[in-house]
């Protein structure tokens, strides 16, 4: 019989983490954001962190005080990101990140966004470094090998492999099958081919195994390694405003499943 | 915004999807471009992508009625059209990179006469904020940009050279600011409309580079 992937809490799922590891943060927009294993990391304490996610924080349907990249920033478990983002994106923002960036006590690789997902896409593929056309010509790519394909320069990007990947998924079955829902998929099921150790919270409650249609899921569970249920609020963190998240149990708990 | 003259933000873009052709795919990045999704394209079918995955969104919801595991790649919570897919992030850039995308409509700080244009870094910053901008930048088989027609401080975006770093090189077609409809053109940059309340000598003031311009220019073409 082999070990259940169902974990009992968010704490237990990250409890042997150690320290200088790299960890990829699923989510785009606060969608598929693992906000509840941001906040579990956080309390668990892993330091000298190396962090890659599109950006540093969520977006802004996210509660003031949930759990972000910034969580961990601040409690400087974090020693290097690897993002598309390491600066605001309007005058008005300001980023925690920022202020420990600018200070030297947090390395910053900034990455194209298509260039980040080929490059864990590649880690999880088994291909060690592609060519691409993003970046060509900018500041990005000086001093860097280019190479001419059919009369166009490439730049050479190597695999992004990660020990970890911590994302968020709508359904999962109990072999790790998951399901994303609308824009939830982004990043996720990358990091997760991408990740040594795969770590999800789950939506929905965890499936029987074989409850998703083959045709149906979206990752397979041979990426897939600890799953956990997020518990309806406040104890689960959930991208949305408090009539919605009550709506949503009671249409859960009358079975409109 | 820098100078309330001219068109608004929405005119703008209504002008540049006037560009779209039927069946085309277009993805708009942040900030401005995204108002480029509430146009009325009449009988075009017009398809947007975005780098999150989303292929096919159409207008924002209407507020109460978001759904909220679907938003487009500037966070805002948008609607599904019929005939719409969702992919993974590597796929949508893929999508991209191997030029699937027909235009792509940027926001930039700096815009060359030679095509080059400047969104990812203001000048000194630590860090930047690239998003998908290079990616689209280099791949897409149009880049059209709307933007201010000056900066907060009234200096000009238009420009000779970029003075800040570039996002790519030689790629922008077309610029939409408030002031006017611009074109990026072998010889250089030309101004192909004019808003309805400003006048030739007033872009000529507020741009940084030589325009070439017609004896008679035309206004911004606007709906309604």
Known sequence: ?257 | MSDAKGLTRQQMCDRLAMEFEDGWIVNLGIGIPTLCSNCDFGDRQIIFHSENGVVGYGPLTAPGREDLHLVNAGGQHVTMNPGSAIVHHADAFGMIRSGRIDVTVLGAYEVAENGDFANWKMGGQKGGGIGGAMDLAACAKHVFVAMEQTTRRGGPRLVERCAIPVTAKGVVDLVITNYGLFAITPEGMALKEIAPDVSVDEVKATTGCNLIIPSEVPPVRLRG
């Open chain 1, 1 to 257: 019989m082999p070990k259940s992937k169902i974990y009992p809490s968010f704490d237990a799922a990250v409890a042997d983490i150690p320290d200088n590891v790299t960890i990829g943060f699923g989510g785009f927009a606060v969608v598929g954001q693992p906000v509840n294993l941001y906040g579990a990391l956080a309390k668990q304490g892993a330091k000298g962190l190396t962090c890659v996610s599109n950006g540093t924080r969520g977006g802004s349907t996210l509660a003031e005080d949930a759990p972000t990249m910034e969580a961990l920033i601040k409690n400087d478990q974090v020693v290097k990101v690897v993002c598309a983002f390491t600066a605001p994106t309007r005058a008005s923002q300001r980023l925690v990140f920022s202020e420990y960036y600018e200070s030297g006590r947090i390395d910053a690789e900034l990455v194209p966004q298509g260039t980040l997902a080929e490059r864990m896409r590649a880690a999880g593929s088994g291909i060690p470094a592609f060519y691409t056309p993003a970046a060509v010509g900018t500041e990005l790519a000086e001093g860097r090998e280019t190479r001419i394909f059919n009369g166009r320069e490439y730049l050479l990007e190597e695999a992004l492999p990660l020990d970890y990947a911590f994302i968020r998924a709508y359904q999962a079955d109990a072999f790790g099958n998951l399901r994303f829902r609308r824009s939830q998929r982004n990043f996720n099921p990358i990091m997760a081919m991408a990740a040594k150790v795969t770590i999800v919270e789950v939506e929905e409650d965890i499936l029987p195994s074989g409850a998703i249609d083959p045709d149906d899921v979206h990752l397979s569970g041979i990426y897939v390694h600890r799953l956990v249920k997020v518990p309806p609020p406040p104890e689960g963190w959930w991208p949305m405003r408090p009539a919605e998240v009550a709506k949503r149990n009671a249409e859960l708990q009358g079975g409109a499943r």
